[in-house]
């Protein structure tokens, strides 16, 4: 079974040293001419006022967090569907109490707004 | 065999230690995901693929990328908040540490306790995949729990809703 | 060395070098068919009908001048494109393009035409394209530029959003295959109802094909999903400050997605390799065939269609593609324990 898995970790091997080895060759080939107007960050060319990394909206991390619950029921779901077909009715109704439960949970998302972005 | 696990087993303390000796919170949190990606591959050395494939799904691409925007979130240029006593933070840092040398402790002692050797883990039926067994032991023996949890998922959605709501 | 060890490893590379050709083989794609979309002709001075533009790019970015912004993250700046290009090429790895092969006779067994067949094939992909994410993200964050931030954030948010309806999609097809490995999902599909129509699963899961194309072409962010490139308001969204090879990195990247999810498309619901007329041992020219044809509709898709807007794109994630995806999987589930 071990065995199986070799293969997919020489491909990313593989990927990685691809990569590594272009980045590599390019930064020997490429010029390199220093200026310290070309280093600043890009703002349609006047000069910036503040760092980028700043605070921002608090949405980025309710759909953060939504994902990690919804990402979780999925995953749950997984197992569940490779046995739907031995497991038949009590499998289905065992499944419709569990997303019952968790479309609860969506539907106040959606009554709170959560899922509304502007 | 043993060598790919003590392998990994020094990457995922090192880079468990690199996690918490980082200064830079992003470098940090990259630390933790590369330490998830290597206990998935301890669970592959395992056989118990299934695992690590949700380790990877669930820790590695959703849990972590959850901290990863908590971390650029938040501002972490300012300093420490100068009213909080520094005292307390030693006190708590103190009790924390001791609960979690006395959980090691009673692991250790409880791993070389002499035991009757009861029977060994049932191996894996040849033809029965990783996946079905665990569907079995989740939907038929451990039905209750199964359900459970969705209440638990249930509550972090709210509690997740309510604390990043505001009122209108 | 045994010969048939030799031939895996011959295998592996053939498709790292072959996903590699095909990103090149998109571009200039991508550029003839907006063309004649557009009733141009697109490039056509390097080399007969333009097919030396994908060497003439490389040699262009290859050859131009590396830029970091000083007050970028060194390290994750340099890492962000590695790490995009490793999960593109690593999710591949789990995806068969063929049936067997002994090379007219050469091998004493038939080597199967594929990096590797694992027992939970659908996760492990879906784990690795839960990866990708890193490298927008970190490139975002890393160049410290406004608009590189802004645009990695809100393709990661999209990306997870997405990610769920992706997964769902899948989770359906598992309830017909009752396995989680590709291979075992194509073969499947072979044979034919009434002895016509192909046994694919788009036949019985059309809902389940729309849901996955959808939730694929945003989880590769291209058009009209293509937020964080978004070139009219976020300049070039987290690769603004990328210049030289670490640019093609990403570009590359975003291609090569694009093949994965149109291979996995194949796999799952088109049959893969196998199809009427040709015979087994010519299953890949089937293989490619649909592979090309999804890709020309992704093409035609980004030239034909405007941009949502981004509230636009979150409400429709979330308000109905989860929901009709969540709808699919049960009445899926009703149907194989109906007629299963």
Known sequence: MLDAYVPILIFI???IGFAIALLWF?????????NRVKLEPYECGIEPLTDARDRYSIRYYLVAMLFVIFDIETVFLYPWAVIMDEL???????????LGILIVGYAYAWRKGALEWA | MTIAFYTLAAFILALGVLVVSTKNTVHAVLFLVANFLCVAMLYVLLQAEFLAVIQVLVYAGGIVVLYLFVVMLVNLKRGPETHVDPRRRDRMGLLIGGAVLAEFVAILLYGFAPRATGAAPAAAAPGVGNVEQVGWSLYVDYLVPFEVASILLLVAMIGAIVLAKKEP | MDLVYIAHIGVILFTFFMLLNSAAVLVLMERKVAAFLQQRLGPNRTGPWGTLQPVADILKLLFKEELRPLAADRWLFALAPILSVTAAFSAFAVVPWGGTTTLFGLLPEPVPLRVADVNVGILVLFAITSMGIYGIVLAGWSSNSKYSLLGGL???AQMISYELSYGLALGAVLLLGNSLSLTDIVNQQSGYWFGVIPRWFIFIQP???VIYMIAGIAETNRAPFDFPEAEQELVAGYHTEYSSFRFALFFLAEYVNMVTVSAVATTLFLGGWHGPFLPEWLGWLWWLAKLFALLFFYIWMRWTLPRYRYDQLMHFGWKVLLPVAVINLLLTAAAVLYWG
Do not use: H, I, Q, Y
Not at chain 1, 26 to 34: D, H, M
């Open chain 3, 154 to 156: 809100r393709s990661s």
């Open chain 1, 13 to 15: 091997l593989v990927a």
């Open chain 1, 26 to 34: 390019a930064w020997a080939v490429s010029p390199s001419k220093f």
């Open chain 3, 207 to 209: 809902l389940g094909f």
């Open chain 1, 88 to 98: 038949l009715l009590f499998g289905l109704v065992e499944m419709m109490v569990f």
